[in-house]
Structures are given as structure tokens and as C-alpha cells.
């Protein structure tokens, strides 16, 4: 099976613009669970998905959003960016077996705003 | 609320020598245990993971980790470790209770493998 996708894998913005990163779980796996990785916070948890449905939030403010598609993709949009937004966004797909189900990351995207 | 402590931010290590990489955790309730491995520029790989049964947990690399209930701990191991080790690893937990899918990461620790 494929691995998880997500695009892009860097990106550059600046500082009061959007973004939107697209994520493309392992085929089956019905949930799909954002991170952000910055060097001070460490590995943060953004949100989870499953059937299109937000199942669980981080505390992170509102202008971070995210929706799922009913073939399961996801997307995550951060509005109005600020500097400290720049980070690795991770995104990982779990199959819902209801038994420890172990997510499996993507190679991330880099976010980088100026 | 659930926490992960990884005690040592780095650790250095020659080739062949053996390493662990220490991890403690707080939670009010049962939970699964994971060791992800990240490599510079790349997304996390799942090492191993201690879901129940048996407390010493075999992954991927020669790695193993033990479950200590008590000690509230689950060390990742290696007995002899290559150059090609050198990565960050992270500890994670994630609650039993409800399916829905959170971890919780340690800051992790950079394994520097050394000559």
C-alpha cells in the first residue's frame, strides 16, 4: 500500500495570508489526525477527522481549520499567518480498529512564513 | 491529562555500543505506548508500540522497549547501534478509553551515533 501523502511538501507564504495543506491517508484508513512540529513546542496535536466528522481538537486557535473529504482526504487551513505558524505539519492516518490504532505519518510539509 | 517526559534531550553513542533512550509517562488511565523514529527532513516511523500482553515490545531495527507499569516507563533499547541510527526519537501514549486518535509526544532525544 501506498504510504501517506501530503502536498505540498514546502511552502512560503507570508505573514496575514492563508494556506491550505492537502493530505492523502493510507487506502482504508478512516482517520486522519493533523500535527505541527515547531522546534519550542515540540510535536502538538492540530485536530482529528474521521468520517468527515472533527472527532477531537488541540488547543489551537481558530484560524487553524481542517475538513475531510468522504474518501477520506484531508485538508487543513491556517488563515491569517503569522511568524510563528512556520513549523513542519505532519499529517497521520489511522485505520479505526478501535484496538490502539497506531498512526502513520507523512513526510509533512514545511510551512515557512516571512 | 496525560504527559511524556524523555529525560535525555541527547545522547551520544559510538558505533556498536549499546544505547537506551529513556521515557516516562503520566496518565489517569490505561494507555497504548509508541516509539516513533523521525530522520532530518522526513515524517515519523513507527519503531515499535505496547498495546498489551507481553511487557518487552520487538520493532523494526533491533530496537525493543519494556513496559514497567509500576515505574510508569517504557525505555526504548538497542544493543548495538549503527551510524545509520542517528535520528530523533519520540515517545508517545495515547488513551485506552474512546478510539478517538490523539497522541501525546515526549520533546524527544537525538541519537548521535558517532565513529
Known amino acids: 500500500k501506498a504510504g501517506v501523502t501530503q502536498t505540498p511538501r514546502y511552502l512560503i507564504k507570508t505573514r496575514g495570508q492563508q494556506v491550505t495543506l492537502s493530505c492523502s491517508p493510507i487506502?482504508?484508513?478512516?482517520?486522519v489526525s493533523w500535527y505541527q512540529q515547531t522546534p519550542g513546542q515540540g510535536l502538538q496535536f492540530l485536530f482529528e477527522?474521521?468520517?468527515?466528522?472533527?472527532?477531537n481538537k488541540g488547543n489551537f486557535p481558530g484560524r487553524f481549520s481542517g475538513r475531510q473529504f468522504s474518501n477520506s482526504r484531508s485538508e487543513m487551513n491556517v488563515s491569517t499567518l503569522e511568524l510563528g505558524d512556520s513549523a513542519l505539519y505532519l499529517c497521520?492516518?489511522?485505520?479505526?480498529?478501535?484496538?490502539?490504532?497506531?498512526?502513520?505519518f507523512g513526510p509533512g510539509t514545511r510551512l515557512t512564513v516571512l | 491529562a496525560q504527559s511524556v517526559t524523555q529525560l535525555d534531550s541527547q545522547v551520544p553513542v559510538f558505533e556498536e555500543a549499546p544505547v537506551e533512550l529513556r521515557c516516562n509517562y503520566s496518565?489517569?488511565?490505561?494507555?497504548?505506548l509508541f516509539w516513533y523514529v523521525q530522520y532530518p527532513n522526513q515524517g515519523l516511523q513507527l519503531l515499535l508500540k505496547?498495546?498489551?500482553?507481553?511487557?518487552l515490545v520487538k520493532g523494526i531495527n533491533g530496537f525493543e522497549a519494556e513496559f514497567n507499569k509500576s515505574q510508569t516507563s517504557f525505555h526504548l533499547r538497542k544493543p548495538s547501534v549503527h551510524i545509520s541510527d542517528t535520528a530523533e526519537y519520540f515517545c508517545?501514549?495515547?488513551?485506552?478509553?474512546?478510539?478517538?486518535?490523539?497522541?501525546?509526544f515526549g520533546t524527544g532525544t537525538r541519537l548521535q551515533v558517532t565513529l
Open positions: 497521520a492516518s489511522s485505520p479505526v480498529t478501535g484496538e490502539g490504532d497506531t498512526q502513520y
Open positions: 487506502s482504508g484508513h478512516r482517520s
Open positions: 477527522y474521521f468520517s468527515e466528522t472533527q472527532r
Open positions: 496518565s489517569s488511565v490505561s494507555v497504548y
Open positions: 505496547y498495546l498489551s500482553g507481553s511487557t
Open positions: 508517545a501514549v495515547s488513551d485506552v478509553v474512546g478510539t478517538a486518535s490523539k497522541l501525546t
